[in-house]
Every structure is written in C-alpha cells, then in structure tokens.
C-alpha cells in the first residue's frame, strides 16, 4: 500500500470534480450491484505517469466539458483500495486488471471499459474527447 499523504492529491484531483472514492467492496457491490439504476462511471486511479499525465486530466477534461453526464461518478485507488478494487475487476470480467482503467455502467451492466493500453500514449485531450462522446451515447 502508498502512504495515505503520497496519493492524498491524487484522490483529489478527482474528488475535486464530483468523484466518489469507493473504499470498500460493499461499496463496490452496493452501487454495481444488480439493483444500479442509471449511469455510473468508475475511473481507477493510479499513481503511475499514465495516470497522472492523460487519465486524471482526461477524465476531468471530459467531466467539466461533457453536455451529458453519468448519473454518478467513482473512483477506486489500486494499490490502496484492495477490497473495492478486487470487488471492481470481479465486476468487469473477462477484462483483465488494469490501471489506470475507466469503466461505465448503465443500468446494472458494463457498456464501456477503457484499459491501461488505451491510455498510454494517448493525450488527455484525446481520453476526454473520448469520454464526452461515450456520455454522450451511453448517458443520455
């Protein structure tokens, strides 16, 4: 696990924007679970650079510019959040773990996942641009 003080920012940067830390998997189950209603965007956040140079600001980019929204939006922090995380990628099966990844779920039911290797190499502006048009599909 990281020292709480090392990723604190990290958390932030997507807590800042309206982003919920999922902790615990009866978090995970609760709000994925077979009863979710709506849309539910899931960013696993990471502290590599990936993470950290497209995916956080991505995300965020995405989130303060997108017309359309998810219902809810949550994090899980891998390396940290274990219990939730190992709940997460439980949910998002065949897909193998991945972080940084993004998930969206709609109505109970995973419509849209975004691994590791659809980020790197990518600008946040091409993983926002990105995430406004799956809202705007998915979500509306």
Known sequence: MYPEELIAPMRAELSTVGFEE???????????????????????????????????PGVR????NAKVKPTQLATVFAGNDRD???????????????????????????????????IEGRSAKMIGDHLVEVFEHFCA
Do not use: W
């Open 22 to 56: 999922f902790r615990t998997a009866d978090m995970v189950a609760e709000q994925l679970g077979p009863n979710h209603k709506g849309t539910t965007f899931v960013v696993v956040n990471s502290v590599c650079g990936c993470a950290a140079g497209a995916a956080r």
């Open 61 to 64: 980019y995405a989130v303060e």
């Open 84 to 118: 939730a995380l190992a709940k997460f990628r439980e949910m998002v099966l065949p897909y193998p773990p991945s972080s940084p990844a993004m998930a969206l779920f709609k109505d109970g039911e995973l419509v849209h996942f975004i691994e590791r290797h659809h």
